[in-house]
């Protein structure tokens, strides 16, 4: 398992306060508001999961941030406060792996004081591998975090280890999840990829294993993100293939489409015992519905996952500079956003001149 830096800071809470006056919510180029947020706490991560991390990238010599190039947990409050006031009702923490950087429950006691712009709480979900959630449950939800995510490729533990390259059992992310559930945070999500050949045939096991449990499990197309090392279009098993896979054991019926920027569509088991959904980002994209804005651990701001470039923020969270300057920088930012880097590649593969270029690294900028 990879060392992890002790280089991670305790930070010290300070109060917080609004760094800006509301505003109406803000629209992009193609006309999307700006709903959630996606904030990635750290880029280092203690699995090596072969289609995020691989090992031969992200060895001993990899170059992650170093703590001081990280933002501090003040420095993400104000970046908070600045989407909450352009219409953000969403954050989701996320990585590398979130749980690594110390501290994270006071962040999210501090994110958990806020409300959005329509006076509710905002709402604050996390990503985890689980491998260090069991022990942290009770923790997180008690400083506010609202629901978990958790990713998990496979039930079997040799499909598991060589997919996360970890040494560890799944019994440990299953522990996660457990406790997760026991301390209530709901719902309880679950996410898998599904890379043909290497985990399709743990779809079933999967299915079975969560059905009747209220985990509502997910499974994603593998995607062409950076660090995705070995992808190819035929390395793709679609969601509407994988939903026949599960439909062989399981009727499935599908569920109401109940929140529009949503990335997953939802299926109630025909018996009633719970749901499956399918994330079709490479098939069937859904950018024209895309609402989400990413900030690296470096204060770097992506309106995509597949920009190659993010917008430096860090100019502007010093204390000195007042929060609507930072509003206006993101604003801005948002308004020439014009992303929508899966619909393309889709009309580019249909059209037969299908080509990637290397984008951000997941790791950095989160899923
Ligand atoms: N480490 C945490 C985890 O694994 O949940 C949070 C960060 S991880 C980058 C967020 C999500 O991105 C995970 O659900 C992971 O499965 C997904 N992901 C990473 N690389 C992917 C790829 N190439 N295609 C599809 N999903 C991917
Ligand atoms: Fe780590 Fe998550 Fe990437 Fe796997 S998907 S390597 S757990 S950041
Ligand atoms: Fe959003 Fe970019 Fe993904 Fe399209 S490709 S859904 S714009 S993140």
């Known amino acids: 398992m990879n060392a992890i830096a002790e280089d991670v800071i305790v930070e010290p809470a300070v109060p917080d306060r609004a760094v800006a006056s509301p505003v109406a919510a803000v629209r992009d180029g193609r006309d999307r508001p700006l709903r959630d947020l996606r904030l990635s706490v750290i880029d280092q991560c203690n699995f090596r999961c ?22 501090s947990f003040d420095e993400m409050m104000k970046i908070a406060h600045a989407f909450v006031a352009l219409g953000v009702e969403k954050i989701r923490i ?11 429950e006071t962040l999210i006691e501090r994110l958990a004081r806020m409300t959005t712009l ?10 985890t591998n689980g491998s260090l959630l069991g022990a942290r449950a009770r923790g997180l939800r008690d400083a506010g975090l609202s629901r978990v995510t958790v990713s998990l490729d496979a039930l079997d533990d040799a499909v598991f280890r060589r997919m996360s390259d970890v040494d560890l059992p799944v019994a ?20 898998t ?8 045939h743990q779809i079933l096991p999967l299915v079975r294993h969560f059905k009747g449990s209220e985990i509502a499990l997910r499974f994603i197309e593998f995607m062409d993100v950076g660090g995705a090392a070995g992808w190819s279009n035929s390395t793709v098993l679609k969601a509407r293939d994988i939903r026949a896979i599960v439909e062989k054991e399981f009727p499935l019926i599908a569920a ?29 994209p859904f950018c024209g519905e895309c609402s989400r804005a990413r900030v690296s651990a470096d204060g770097q701001l992506y309106t995509c996952l597949f920009a190659t470039q993010g917008a430096d923020l860090k100019p502007w969270l010093g204390e000195a500079v007042p929060g609507e300057q ?42």
């Open 50 to 71: 072969t289609y995020c991390m691989p090992r031969e990238v992200f060895d001993e010599h990899y170059r992650f941030l170093r703590a001081s190039e990280r933002i």
């Open 94 to 104: 996320t990585g590398g792996e979130p749980l690594l950087r110390r501290g994270l």
């Open 118 to 127: 329509k006076g509710k709480p905002l709402d604050i979900a996390l990503t």
């Open 172 to 191: 440990r992310i299953l522990d996660g999840i457990e406790q997760a559930q026991a301390v209530g945070l709901a719902p309880v999500k679950v996410n």
């Open 193 to 200: 990829v599904i890379e043909r050949g290497v985990n399709d």
């Open 256 to 284: 109401d489409h109940a929140d529009s920027g949503a990335t997953s569509v939802n299926y109630r088991h025909a018996d009633g015992k719970g749901t499956v959904g399918f994330i079709a980002s490479v098939s069937e």
């Open 326 to 367: 930072l509003m206006d920088a993101i604003h801005a930012r948002w308004n020439a956003r014009d992303d929508r880097y899966s619909e393309l590649n889709a009309d580019r593969r249909r059209a037969g001149t299908g080509k990637t270029w290397p984008t951000v690294r997941m790791s950095l900028v989160g899923g």
